[in-house]
C-alpha cells in the first residue's frame, strides 16, 4: 500500500512569515510529485509539480524534492491570509493523496 | 462552461436507492477520475478512465458502478449504499496518456446516505 504521510496541523503563521509544509511518500520508484491547493468547501486546484530533485520556484512558492529521502516540502514566501487553505500533497500519476495539512495565515 | 461540471452537486439518499452522478469535462481531455474526500481521510482514487478504457479500479465495492461513454462524460452509477460512503465525490480530467500531468478537479457532489 503507497502512503503519504504530511505534517500534522493545522498549522498557523503570520502575515508576512514562511510557511512550511512537509510531506513524505513511500513508494521509491515514484517521478512526479504535486502540491494542490483546496479551499473550504471548494475543490483542489494544483499548485506545484516537481520532478527532479532540488527546489522548484513559482512566484511565492518553492516546492522541494529530495527523492533519496522521499521527502518532498512546499514553503510559502510572504503568506498572506489568501493563502489560507488545505495543502494536499500527491504522488505517482496522482492517485495517491496525503490527508492534508490546514494552514492558517493570521493577518 | 466551466472546465469540469459535476451534477448534482448534492445527493441524499436511501440505502435502497439507485442513484447516478455525472461529471462533464470541457478541456479536450482524454483521461477522467472518480475520487472519494471523506473528513480527515486521504483523497482516495476510484476509478480512472484514459481514452474511455478503465485502466485503474481500486478495490471500490461493487455498489459504485463507473460508466464512461467517452472522454467528456464519466458517471458513477449508485445502488445499495452504506451511511460509510457519504462523503464528496470529486471527478477530475487530465490531458492522459503515460503522464497524468494536472489533475482538474470538478466542485464534487455531496453524497448522503441515510
Known amino acids: 500500500q503507497k502512503e503519504v504521510e504530511q505534517n500534522s496541523g493545522p498549522l498557523s503563521v503570520p502575515e508576512g512569515a514562511i510557511a512550511s509544509l512537509n510531506c513524505t511518500y513511500s513508494d521509491r520508484v515514484s517521478q512526479s510529485f504535486f502540491w494542490y491547493r483546496q479551499y473550504s468547501g471548494k475543490s483542489p486546484e494544483l499548485i506545484m509539480s516537481i520532478y527532479s530533485n532540488g527546489d522548484k520556484e513559482d512566484g511565492r512558492f518553492t516546492a522541494q524534492l529530495n527523492k533519496a529521502s522521499q521527502y518532498v516540502s512546499l514553503l510559502i514566501r510572504d503568506s498572506q491570509p489568501s493563502d489560507s487553505a488545505t495543502y494536499l500533497c500527491a504522488f505517482g500519476n496522482q492517485f495517491y493523496f496525503g490527508t492534508g495539512t490546514s494552514l492558517t495565515v493570521i493577518p | 462552461e466551466t472546465g469540469v461540471t459535476q451534477t448534482p452537486r448534492h445527493l441524499v439518499m436511501g440505502m435502497t436507492n439507485k442513484k447516478s452522478l455525472k461529471c462533464e469535462q470541457h478541456?479536450?481531455?482524454?483521461?477522467m477520475y472518480w475520487y472519494k474526500q471523506s473528513a480527515k481521510k486521504p483523497l482516495e482514487l476510484m476509478f480512472v478512465y484514459n481514452f474511455k478504457e478503465q485502466t485503474e479500479n481500486n478495490s471500490v465495492p461493487s455498489r459504485f458502478s463507473p460508466e464512461c461513454p467517452n472522454s467528456s462524460h464519466l458517471f458513477l452509477h449508485l445502488h445499495t449504499l452504506q451511511p460509510e460512503d457519504s462523503a464528496l465525490y470529486l471527478c477530475?480530467?487530465?490531458?492522459?496518456?503515460?503522464?497524468?500531468?494536472?489533475?482538474?478537479f470538478g466542485e464534487g457532489s455531496r453524497l448522503t446516505v441515510l
Open positions: 478541456l479536450g481531455h482524454n483521461a
Open positions: 477530475a480530467s487530465s490531458t492522459g496518456g503515460r503522464a497524468t500531468g494536472e489533475l482538474f
